[in-house]
C-alpha cells in the first residue's frame, strides 16, 4: 500500500460495495459538505489547447459530481514523499480548465505552500496522520508519525523480549490512525 491509497480509503471511508461511507472524512472534515455526491477516481478527460491545437489528458485523483447542483469539484491529494509545490500547481491549472472548482490537499508539513495555492485560487485542505507498519516478522503493529518505516519494532515475544527487526524492508504499511482534513483558512493578521 502506499499512502497515496491510504489516505483515499480514509477519505471515502467505503462500503463494501464501494459507497461513501457514513463516517467519510470527505463528509465530517468538510472537503465535501455533502453525502449527495458520487465520485470518480483517476477520471482520465481531455483537454485542448487551443493556441496550440493540442489535446492533452488530465487525470485528477478525485472528481465530485454534487447530485443536487450539476457541479463537479477536482480534487488532487498530494503526499508526503515525493513533494513538488511547481509540479503540483502546474497540474491544478491544467484541471482548472474543465473544473472551476478544483482543490487541492497537501500535507500538513507543507502548510508554508498554501497561501501560494490561495494566491492562484484553490481552495486548500491540510491532511495529517500517523501510520501503520506492519512487521512481516511478528506481524506487530507499529505506530508512527514518521513517513518511513520504525527503525526498530516494538512488538515483544510471548516472554517479553524484544523481536528488535531493524530490518525498513520488512515493513509493510497498512492503515493510518488518527487522519485528519482541515481547511487551510488564511490569517489575514499574520504578515
Known amino acids: 500500500m502506499t499512502i497515496d491509497d491510504e ?14 461511507g457514513k463516517e467519510a472524512l470527505i463528509v465530517k472534515d468538510h472537503v465535501v459538505r455533502t453525502h449527495a455526491f458520487d465520485y470518480k477516481l483517476e477520471d482520465s478527460q ?5 493556441r496550440k491545437s493540442e489535446i492533452e489528458r488530465i487525470t485528477p485523483d478525485i472528481v465530485i459530481t454534487l447530485k443536487r447542483e450539476t457541479k463537479t469539484i477536482a480534487i488532487e491529494l498530494e503526499n508526503d514523499i515525493k513533494w513538488d509545490f511547481q509540479d503540483s500547481l502546474r497540474q491544478l491549472n491544467k484541471y482548472k480548465k474543465n473544473f472551476p472548482d478544483t482543490r487541492i490537499i497537501i500535507p500538513r508539513e507543507y502548510k508554508r ?21 506492519e512487521c512481516l516478522r511478528c506481524h506487530y503493529i507499529n505506530i508512527e508519525e ?34 485528519k482534513f482541515e481547511e487551510y483558512m488564511p490569517d489575514p493578521t499574520q504578515g
Open 7 to 20: 489516505l483515499l480509503l480514509e477519505l471515502f471511508k467505503p462500503d463494501p460495495c464501494g459507497n461513501v
Open 46 to 50: 481531455e483537454i485542448s489547447f487551443w
Open 113 to 133: 505552500f498554501a497561501p501560494l495555492y490561495v494566491h492562484e485560487g484553490f481552495k486548500v485542505y491540510l491532511w495529517s496522520a500517523k501510520r501503520k507498519w
Open 146 to 179: 514518521n513517513r518511513v518505516p520504525p527503525k526498530k519494532c516494538k512488538g515483544k515475544t510471548k516472554e517479553g523480549k524484544s523481536y528488535g527487526n531493524t530490518n525498513l524492508g520488512e515493513f509493510d504499511l497498512v492503515g493510518l490512525e488518527g487522519t
